[in-house]
Antibody, heavy 119, light 106 residues
Framework: QLQLQESGSGLVKPSQTLSLTCAVSGGSISSGGYSWSWIRQPPGKGLEWIGYIYHSGSTYYNPSLKSRVTISVDRSKNQFSLKLSSVTAADTAVYYC???????????WGQGTLVTVSS | DIQMTQSPSSLSASVGDRVTITCRASQSISSYLNWYQQKPGKAPKLLIYAASSLQSGVPSRFSGSGSGTDFTLTISSLQPEDFATYYCQQSYSLFTFGPGTKVDIK
């Protein structure tokens, strides 16, 4: 059974860079046909897609966040990561990692991790 | 960018009710539409993909229909565990989620 687990700093100061990692177990992140994505949800609000990375390494980002986002893969550790720069309070959210199937839908999700942006 | 809307934003229903949630895209997305269920404090769960395909393990009381710009999620007989928030998501051009529909107990 595939499992995803987010980890990283739960508190980030304004203007700094948010960094999260998603560890994948029960399957290889290098398996063809899958992509790996980050999605966030501000407290009490809806879901916002952040971006995703193909198994090939190609990346696609939400245009509204593109200038601040980097998603990368570490195949040796079977994990992928998110960096979001120049954060503000508006970036406070629960951040989820997820597997993307057929470049279309999210079939496995991590449990989510709350990141608060505050001085 | 493709925008997604959902209606209603919330609804109250009783166990056994038939519930229908509508999702509309700002342009045609063919059948690139998926539905998720989210309960408080939990990650979303995939229910329906490609507008009408039931994800493995999801009860058959859930169904999806539609194509182009208009889609529906139907719960044929609402069960106590179905009280949750439901989101649609398009994958025709990158990804966008709808704002959600909260289903609570009448």
């Amino acid at each position: 059974q595939l499992q995803l687990q987010e980890s990283g700093s739960g508190l980030v100061k304004p203007s700094q860079t948010l960094s999260l990692t998603c560890a994948v177990s029960g399957g290889s992140i290098s398996s063809g046909g899958y992509s790996w994505s980050w999605i966030r949800q501000p407290p009490g609000k809806g879901l916002e897609w952040i971006g995703y990375i193909y198994h090939s390494g190609s990346t696609y980002y939400n245009p509204s966040l593109k200038s601040r986002v980097t998603i990368s893969v570490d195949r040796s550790k079977n994990q992928f990561s998110l960096k979001l720069s120049s954060v503000t309070a508006a970036d406070t959210a629960v951040y989820y990692c997820a597997r993307v199937l057929r470049s279309s839908y999210f079939d496995y999700w991590g449990q989510g991790t709350l990141v608060t942006v505050s001085s | 960018d493709i925008q997604m809307t959902q209606s209603p934003s919330s609804l109250s229903a009783s166990v056994g009710d038939r519930v229908t949630i509508t999702c509309r895209a700002s342009q045609s997305i063919s059948s690139y539409l998926n539905w998720y269920q989210q309960k408080p404090g939990k990650a979303p769960k995939l229910l329906i993909y490609a507008a009408s395909s039931l994800q493995s393990g999801v009860p058959s009381r859930f169904s999806g229909s539609g194509s182009g710009t208009d889609f529906t999620l139907t719960i044929s007989s609402l069960q106590p565990e179905d009280f949750a928030t439901y989101y649609c998501q398009q994958s025709y051009s990158l990804f966008t989620f709808g704002p959600g529909t909260k289903v609570d107990i009448k």
